[in-house]
């Protein structure tokens, strides 16, 4: 993996990006304008100054979610036995009145839903054995990005199996360990698939800590925290047949636009997200409820060989970040754990949470904060 060492300090982005137009995935010629705006968006990430960069997630139509729907066997769509997790939580108690509005607008997002797109989820119900469907559609993917970008230079997103875990009810296996750690055994196709075409793997887990708003207050702190290092252990099971330096792993607290006040603080999680097998770690540090946490590597020492990509702008304000304040908080990170340990990243994924015209500013701004960066920690 290509880190933050004696040249400069890199700049990378956690995934999703706005579209230059929507995508149809229906229409005919949808394979050629398909390529057509993976090469704009690589074009538009060079020219924000982005080093490691990805194909914006429009081969996934900008969904870390919904992708998979087509490449599980073991599967069936029902109505929902209850109101989803999503749609539950200590922050919609306290804060109703702003979550009906968000109800009646119909996202929690900036952007609302694009035409043929929606942003309602389908049921599924795991009704027999995880099997994995789709290793041709991956391998797809990576030869588009890879016929427009260094393997070297570009990664490609998948999601971890905790945050896939929580929209698909298990009915067939006997616990919800035996459950995850299946998704996980058919999640490694796509892992290992990703990892061994020499494009870095990023594995997204959002869930992993949300949940603490939705079932982790009621469980307590000690139990929720080993229900996090299941699914880690699950993850790494997934894992076992890649390199760590082919891995980096995305931690965040699900990045609606929302209150957020019953987030786990990272000081509760940091020692769980290291057990990841990955070489480099992504997590918001930019916006109003996290960029605090930056003290906890006061006390926490990173693991020799390990990187740190913290979000030093964020998709959760329009207000576009100055570069010298983008400079400032890497410089945080570098004087923590070391310039060569740092990379410099976004939040969370602008496609979808922001205005194309402002998520593009933030992305310039992230590539001039590391140049300044850059300078100010007297690179040669």
């Known amino acids: 993996m290509k880190r933050s060492s004696t040249a400069k300090i890199l700049a990378t982005h956690v995934g999703a990006l706005p579209e230059p137009a929507p995508l149809d995935r229906k229409a005919p010629d949808f394979d050629a304008k398909l390529k057509g705006a993976v090469a704009w968006v690589v074009k538009k990430q060079r020219e924000c100054g982005i080093d490691v ?69 389908p049921t599924w119900v795991c009704t027999g054995p995880v099997t994995y469907l789709a290793k041709a559609e991956v391998e797809k993917e990576l030869a588009l990005l890879k016929s427009l970008v260094p393997a070297e230079d570009a990664f490609l997103t998948a999601t971890a199996p905790a945050s896939l875990e929580v929209y ?11 459950y995850v750690f299946a998704i996980a055994e058919a999640m490694r196709v796509e892992y290992e698939t990703i990892a061994k075409s020499g494009v870095i793997l990023q594995v997204d887990d959002a869930w992993l800590p949300a949940l603490w708003d939705r079932i982790g207050i009621k469980m307590g702190l000690e139990a929720f925290r080993k229900r996090c290092e299941v699914r880690v252990e ?19 607290w699900g990045s609606w636009h929302g209150p957020h006040v019953h987030d ?16 480099a770690y992504l997590f918001e540090a930019a916006n109003a409820r ?26 959760s304000t329009d207000v576009v970040e100055h570069p010298e304040l983008v400079s400032q908080r890497i410089q945080r ?14 939040d969370c994924g602008f496609g979808w949470r922001s205005h194309p015209e402002i998520a593009w500013a933030k992305m310039k701004a992230l590539g001039e904060g590391a140049a300044l960066a850059t300078k100010a920690l007297k690179y040669a």
């Open 53 to 121: 960069i990805n194909e914006g997630e429009y081969t996934k139509g900008g969904d870390w979610l919904s992708y998979v729907e087509n490449r599980f066997g073991g599967f069936s769509q029902r109505p929902p036995a209850s109101a989803p997790l999503i749609a539950q939580g200590k922050d919609r108690e306290d804060f109703p009145d702003f979550y009906r509005y968000a109800t009646e607008r119909g996202t929690l997002f900036y952007m609302p839903a694009r035409p043929g797109n929606s942003m309602a989820r």
């Open 234 to 252: 699950a993850l790494n099971h997934a894992l076992a047949n890649v390199a760590e330096e082919q891995v980096r792993y995305h931690l965040c």
């Open 168 to 178: 698909r009810r298990n009915e067939y296996y006997k616990t919800d360990e035996e």
């Open 333 to 346: 990170f570098a004087n923590l754990v070391g310039k060569e340990n740092v990379m410099a990243g976004t």
């Open 264 to 279: 786990l603080e990272m000081k509760h999680l940091v020692d769980i997200m290291l057990k990841v097998k990955a070489q």
């Open 290 to 315: 996290h960029e605090h946490e930056y003290a906890v590597w006061e006390t926490v020492k990173l693991p020799a060989g390990k990187i740190v990509i913290p979000g030093v702008v964020t998709h």
